[in-house]
C-alpha cells in the first residue's frame, strides 16, 4: 500500500556519508539489487515528492479511491495527466539512468526494481525492469481488463480536446501537472474501446496495493541478491521499504544513496548523501566502466 505520505526522520539515525567506497565494493562483488526511486529522475526535469521542494507540499496526488468513486476526480486526473504525459515524453535518462545500466551490462547487478513510473531506466536501456508502480505508458481499463498503449488514448484524447493547450508550472512524479479547476474545464475523459468501461494509466495509486505476484516477485529477487543499493528514495512508503527491511533480516548489506535520511536509513550499512549521477559516475569511473552507452565495448 502507499497511503502513508508523511515520515519524519529520527534525531537517533545514523548520518550519511560522501565516502562512495561502499557502493563501489558491493558492486565489485557483483549480485546487486538496485532498488530506485524519484530521486534518481529529478536530474532529468521530474520533480521528487519529497526533499527540498518536493510536490507534496503543495500537490496531493491521486488516490484510487477518489479516481474510481468521481466522475469529477477522472476528469481532473486526466487533464492534468495528459498535459503531463507531453513533458514525461520529452524527459530523458541522465547520469543515473545510464550508470545503472552499464553496471547491469557488466553483470553487476542481479535485478532492478523501480518505484518510477517514468520509463527512463528503460529509456538508459537497462533490461529486466521491474516497476512496481506500474507504468504510465500503459492504460488499463477497469472493467473488462483491456491494456493499451498511452500514446493511442493520447491521441484519442487530443482528437476529443482540441484546443486544449493549458499551461502549468509545475509537473509531478507521478506524471501529474498542476491544474486549475478552470483550466480543466470541461475536459472531456474517453471510455475503454473495448467495452466502453473506466479506463486507468496503468500505475499503482496512492492507497492501491501492488499486484501480490509482482511483490512476489521482487521478494524472490531481494532473497537472490547479495546486496540491496536503494538510488534516489525516501523509503516513506511500505512498498519499497519492506525489500529493505527484507534484506537486513536476511543478513544481506544494504546501501542508500539518497541526499536526504531515508526511512531505510536504520538497515542500511552506509546512506551516501550525495547527488545521484555524480555520485554513480564517480563509482562508475572508480570500477573502470564507461558509462556512456555508445562507448561501452
Ligand atoms: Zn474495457
Same mark, same amino acid.
Given at each position: 500500500?502507499?497511503?502513508?505520505? &508523511?515520515? #519524519?526522520?529520527?534525531?537517533?539515525?545514523?548520518?550519511?556519508?560522501?565516502?562512495?567506497?561502499?557502493?563501489?565494493?558491493?558492486?565489485?562483488?557483483?549480485?546487486?539489487?538496485?532498488?530506485?526511486?524519484?530521486?534518481? &529522475?529529478?536530474?532529468?526535469?521530474?520533480?521528487?515528492? $519529497?526533499?527540498?521542494?518536493?510536490?507534496?507540499? $503543495?500537490?496531493? !496526488?491521486?488516490?484510487?479511491?477518489?479516481?474510481?468513486?468521481?466522475?469529477?476526480?477522472?476528469?481532473?486526473?486526466?487533464? $492534468?495527466?495528459?498535459?503531463?504525459?507531453?513533458?514525461?515524453?520529452?524527459?530523458?535518462?541522465?547520469?543515473?539512468?545510464?550508470?545503472?545500466?552499464?553496471?547491469?551490462?557488466?553483470?553487476?547487478?542481479?535485478?532492478?526494481?523501480?518505484?518510477?513510473?517514468?520509463?527512463?531506466?528503460?529509456?538508459?536501456?537497462?533490461?529486466?525492469?521491474?516497476?512496481?508502480?506500474?507504468?504510465?505508458?500503459?492504460?488499463?481499463?477497469?472493467?473488462?481488463?483491456?491494456?493499451?498503449?498511452?500514446?493511442?488514448?493520447?491521441? $484519442?484524447?487530443?482528437?476529443?480536446?482540441?484546443?486544449?493547450?493549458?499551461?502549468?508550472? #509545475?509537473?509531478?512524479?507521478?506524471? +501529474?501537472? +498542476?491544474?486549475?479547476?478552470?483550466?480543466?474545464? +470541461?475536459?472531456?475523459?474517453?471510455?475503454?474501446?473495448?467495452?466502453?468501461?473506466?479506463?486507468?494509466?496503468?500505475?499503482?495509486?496512492?492507497?492501491?496495493?501492488?499486484?501480490?505476484?509482482?511483490?512476489?516477485?521482487?521478494?524472490?529477487?531481494?532473497?537472490?541478491?547479495?546486496?540491496?543499493?536503494?538510488?534516489?528514495? &525516501?523509503?516513506?512508503?511500505?512498498?519499497?521499504?519492506?525489500?529493505?527491511?527484507?534484506?537486513?533480516?536476511?543478513?544481506?548489506?544494504?546501501?542508500?544513496?539518497?541526499?536526504?535520511?531515508?526511512?531505510? +536509513?536504520?538497515?542500511?550499512?552506509?546512506?551516501?548523501?550525495? !547527488?545521484?549521477?555524480?555520485?554513480?559516475?564517480?563509482?562508475?569511473?572508480?570500477?573502470?566502466? !564507461?558509462?556512456?552507452?555508445?562507448?561501452?565495448?
Amino acid at each position: 500500500m502507499r497511503p502513508t505520505l &508523511s515520515w #519524519t526522520p529520527t534525531a537517533d539515525l545514523p548520518p550519511g556519508t560522501t565516502d562512495v567506497g561502499p557502493v563501489a565494493d558491493a558492486l565489485s562483488a557483483g549480485g546487486v539489487l538496485v532498488l530506485s526511486g524519484a530521486g534518481i &529522475s529529478t536530474e532529468s526535469g521530474i520533480p521528487d515528492y $519529497r526533499g527540498e521542494g518536493g510536490s507534496l507540499s $503543495r500537490h496531493t !496526488p491521486m488516490t484510487y479511491q477518489d479516481f474510481t468513486a468521481s466522475a469529477q476526480a477522472r476528469r481532473r486526473y486526466w487533464a $492534468r495527466s495528459h498535459l503531463g504525459w507531453r513533458t514525461f515524453g520529452r524527459a530523458r535518462p541522465n547520469a543515473g539512468h545510464r550508470a545503472v545500466a552499464a553496471f547491469g551490462r557488466h553483470g553487476m547487478l542481479s535485478g532492478l526494481i523501480t518505484q518510477n513510473v517514468d520509463g527512463l531506466h528503460q529509456a538508459a536501456d537497462s533490461e529486466g525492469v521491474v516497476e512496481l508502480h506500474g507504468s504510465l505508458e500503459r492504460v488499463r481499463c477497469l472493467s473488462c481488463g483491456a491494456m493499451s498503449p498511452r500514446h493511442e488514448l493520447a491521441r $484519442r484524447l487530443d482528437a476529443a480536446n482540441p484546443g486544449f493547450a493549458p499551461v502549468s508550472a #509545475t509537473i509531478n512524479p507521478d506524471g +501529474d501537472a +498542476d491544474l486549475t479547476d478552470e483550466q480543466v474545464g +470541461d475536459f472531456r475523459v474517453l471510455p475503454c474501446t473495448v467495452c466502453g468501461g473506466i479506463l486507468k494509466p496503468d500505475v499503482v495509486f496512492f492507497g492501491e496495493a501492488v499486484p501480490p505476484q509482482r511483490v512476489e516477485h521482487c521478494r524472490e529477487l531481494v532473497h537472490g541478491a547479495t546486496s540491496l543499493l536503494v538510488l534516489g528514495s &525516501s523509503l516513506t512508503v511500505m512498498s519499497g521499504l519492506r525489500f529493505v527491511r527484507q534484506a537486513a533480516q536476511a543478513g544481506k548489506p544494504v546501501l542508500i544513496v539518497n541526499r536526504d535520511a531515508t526511512r531505510g +536509513d536504520a538497515h542500511a550499512r552506509a546512506r551516501v548523501a550525495l !547527488p545521484l549521477g555524480s555520485t554513480l559516475t564517480t563509482v562508475a569511473d572508480r570500477l573502470g566502466i !564507461p558509462v556512456d552507452g555508445l562507448s561501452a565495448t
